[in-house]
C-alpha cells in the first residue's frame, strides 16, 4: 500500500475548467432565481450569501459584479423583513433562525476580506448584533436550543462566544444581556421565564405569537421548562427528514405541551385565530406572569361537532424556590354548555409515573412533579411513547420521548369553563412534600377565577387568579384586584398583577 503521505491530487486543466463551469452555472442559477425580488426565509438568505461568495471568489467573470450588487440588495432586505424588531427570526425556530444568523455572518466575513459591503456594511451587522442579542434573551441556562418547531433540541454552547467577534470589543460573553432577568420578547412572541443564570436555575419559555409559516408548528402556548441543569418538561420537536413517517406528528398539537380539545378542528385556513390575543406580561423579583388566549379551535362546516372555543393559558413562575402554576382555561364562545372533552398533554425526554390521582413526576433525577389542583372530571390517564430509541434517527443527545396524556370531561350539560390547573414543581435529590389545592372564589369559576393553595418546602403560598379581570372577584372574602394576587408564605412578600 502506499502511504497516503505520498499521495498526490491530480489537478488538471480538464478539472479546474470543469469546476470553473460548476461554479459558473452555480451563481447564474441563483442570480436567475433572486430576479423576481425579495422572499423570505432561510433558503433564500442562504442562497444570497452563497452568490456573494461566488462573486468575490471569481472577479475575472465579467458576471460578478452584477451577481455581488444582487447579493448585497437581497441580503440588507433580509436583514430589515426577515427579523422581529426584537431580532428573533420570523420562521420563528431556534434552529432555523441560528441558521440564518450564521449565513449572515459568513457573507459578512467574507465582504470583509473582499472591501464590505459598502453603505449596507453597517446595516448589517447591526441586523447580526440584534439575532445574536435574541439569543442571549432566550436560551437556557445550559445554553441549549429548545425543540420549537421543527427544530430538535440541540446545544449551542459556542453560539453566544462565537457572535462576540460582531459585537465592540470588550463585550462580555453574554453580549451585554442580564441572563439571570426574565423577558417578555414581545414581537416575535415569546415568554422567558427565569429565576438566576447559572446552570441549575429554572427556566421556562412559553409561545405567545402567531404561525410562522413552514418551519412553524400547529401550537400556540405551549411551554418548555428547564431545571438542575437538565431538561424536564421538553417537547419533542423533530428529527429526521420531512418526509419521515412521523413528521405529521411532530407538527400536530398533540406533540406538544399544551391542552387541546379532543377531536376539535384546529383552524387550518384563517391564521388570525391561531395567533395570540391578550398577551399580558408582568416580572420583578419574586414573580412572572404571563396569560393569553387563542381561538384555533373553530367549528367547521364539515366537521359540526366541533366547537368553537377560546384557549387560555395563564402562568405565574414563582422564583423561590422556583416552581410554576400553568392554569389552562377551555370555554366555548357560542355556548356557555362545555360540551367538549379536554387533554393536558405533558412531555418529558425521560418518561412519566403515576404516584396518585392528581399526582405525577418524570422518572430519573433531576426531576418535575406535577400536582393537579382539582381532580373532578379527570377521566383517564395515559403515558407512552413519542418515539423510542430504536425509533430515533436523529443525532441529539435524547434520543427518546414520552408524553403524559391527562383527559377531562364534566358530566353532561355542565356549564361554565373546564381547564388544568397544573403545578410544576422541579427538584434534585429526594422528592420534596408537595401539594396544590383549589380555592372556590365567590362571583368566581373554577379553572377561570379562582384561588390556590400552593405548599412546598419553602412554605404556603396562596395565588389567586383573575385573568380576564372579573369584576367583583374574592377568594376567602379577599377580592382579586387585578388580574393575579400572588402572597408568598415566610416572609416573602406578596405581589399584585395589575
Request: charge should be neutral; proline fraction near 4%; include cysteine.
Given at each position: 500500500q502506499r502511504n497516503v503521505r505520498e499521495q498526490r491530487l491530480s489537478f488538471t486543466t480538464d478539472t479546474a475548467e470543469a469546476f470553473n463551469k460548476l461554479f459558473l452555472g452555480f451563481a447564474r442559477s441563483l442570480h436567475s432565481l433572486s430576479a423576481s425580488g425579495y422572499r423570505s426565509g432561510n433558503w433564500q438568505i442562504n442562497g444570497c450569501g452563497a452568490l456573494f461568495q461566488l462573486g468575490c471568489s471569481f472577479p475575472e467573470y465579467a458576471e460578478s459584479t452584477a451577481w455581488k450588487r444582487r447579493a448585497v440588495s437581497m441580503l440588507e432586505a433580509h436583514v430589515q423583513r426577515d427579523f422581529f424588531a426584537d431580532g428573533g427570526h420570523k420562521e420563528r425556530c431556534w434552529?432555523?433562525?441560528?441558521?440564518?444568523?450564521?449565513?449572515?455572518?459568513?457573507?459578512?466575513?467574507?465582504?470583509?476580506?473582499?472591501?464590505?459591503l459598502g453603505k449596507a456594511d453597517q446595516r448589517v451587522l447591526r441586523g447580526i448584533r440584534k439575532a445574536y442579542t435574541w439569543f442571549a434573551k432566550s436560551i437556557g441556562p445550559t445554553d441549549h436550543l429548545p425543540a420549537y418547531g421543527d427544530g430538535q433540541l440541540a446545544f449551542a454552547p459556542k453560539l453566544l462566544e462565537q457572535a462576540r467577534a460582531y459585537f465592540p470589543k470588550g463585550t462580555d460573553a453574554t453580549l451585554g444581556i442580564d441572563?439571570?432577568?426574565?423577558?417578555?420578547?414581545?414581537?416575535?412572541?415569546?415568554?422567558?421565564?427565569?429565576?438566576?443564570?447559572?446552570?441549575?436555575?429554572?427556566?421556562?419559555?412559553?409561545?405567545?405569537?402567531?404561525?410562522?409559516?413552514?418551519?412553524?408548528?400547529?401550537?400556540?402556548?405551549?411551554?418548555?421548562?428547564?431545571?438542575?441543569?437538565?431538561?424536564?418538561?421538553?417537547?419533542?420537536?423533530?428529527?429526521?427528514?420531512?418526509?419521515?413517517?412521523?413528521?405529521?406528528?411532530?407538527?400536530?398539537?398533540?406533540?406538544h405541551n399544551l391542552t387541546t380539545i379532543e377531536g376539535g378542528h384546529w383552524d387550518n385556513q384563517n391564521v388570525d385565530n391561531r395567533n395570540a390575543r391578550d398577551v399580558r406580561w408582568f416580572s420583578n423579583d419574586r414573580i412572572d406572569y404571563v396569560s393569553a388566549y387563542h381561538t384555533a379551535y373553530q367549528?367547521?362546516?364539515?366537521?359540526p361537532q366541533s366547537p368553537t372555543c377560546a384557549v387560555r393559558r395563564t402562568v405565574i413562575f414563582v422564583k423561590d424556590p422556583g416552581y410554576a402554576l400553568v392554569i389552562d382555561t377551555v370555554k366555548g364562545l357560542y355556548s356557555s354548555t362545555a360540551d367538549f372533552s379536554l387533554c393536558a398533554k405533558w412531555h418529558s425526554q425521560t418518561g412519566f409515573r403515576a404516584l396518585k390521582p392528581g399526582l405525577f413526576r418524570t422518572k430519573g433525577g433531576p426531576a418535575c412533579l406535577l400536582a393537579l389542583a382539582r381532580t373532578d372530571g379527570l377521566r383517564h390517564v395515559e403515558t407512552g411513547y413519542d418515539f423510542a430509541e430504536s425509533d430515533y434517527t436523529g443525532t441529539g443527545v435524547y434520543p427518546e420521548r414520552y408524553y403524559?396524556?391527562?383527559?377531562?370531561?364534566?358530566?353532561?350539560?355542565?356549564?361554565?369553563?373546564?381547564?388544568?390547573?397544573?403545578?410544576?414543581?422541579?427538584?434534585?435529590?429526594?422528592?420534596?412534600?408537595?401539594?396544590i389545592k383549589a380555592i372556590e372564589a365567590d362571583g368566581g369559576e373554577p379553572w377561570a377565577a379562582e384561588g390556590y393553595e400552593v405548599r412546598t418546602p419553602r412554605g404556603k403560598d396562596v395565588i389567586l387568579v383573575n385573568p380576564e379581570a372579573r369584576k367583583g372577584v374574592k377568594v376567602s372574602g379577599k377580592a382579586i384586584g387585578g388580574r393575579a394576587k400572588v402572597m408568598l408564605g415566610n416572609g416573602r412578600g406578596s405581589v399584585t398583577v395589575r
Open positions: 434552529s432555523y433562525g441560528t441558521g440564518v444568523a450564521r449565513h449572515l455572518c459568513e457573507a459578512y466575513d467574507t465582504a470583509q476580506r473582499f472591501g464590505g441572563r439571570g432577568r426574565s423577558y417578555l420578547l414581545d414581537s416575535s412572541g415569546y415568554a422567558i421565564m427565569r429565576n438566576g443564570d447559572d446552570r441549575k436555575a429554572t427556566y421556562l419559555n412559553m409561545n405567545v405569537g402567531h404561525w410562522g409559516g413552514w418551519h412553524s408548528h400547529l401550537d400556540l402556548l405551549n411551554i418548555n421548562l428547564w431545571s438542575h441543569g437538565q431538561p424536564l418538561i421538553e417537547e419533542p420537536g423533530r428529527y429526521d427528514g420531512y418526509d419521515h413517517p412521523q413528521s405529521y406528528y411532530f407538527r400536530a398539537p398533540e406533540c367549528t367547521f362546516g364539515l366537521e403524559l396524556r391527562l383527559r377531562r370531561w364534566m358530566a353532561t350539560g355542565f356549564v361554565g369553563a373546564v381547564g388544568f390547573a397544573t403545578l410544576l414543581y422541579p427538584f434534585s435529590g429526594k422528592q420534596p412534600t408537595v401539594s
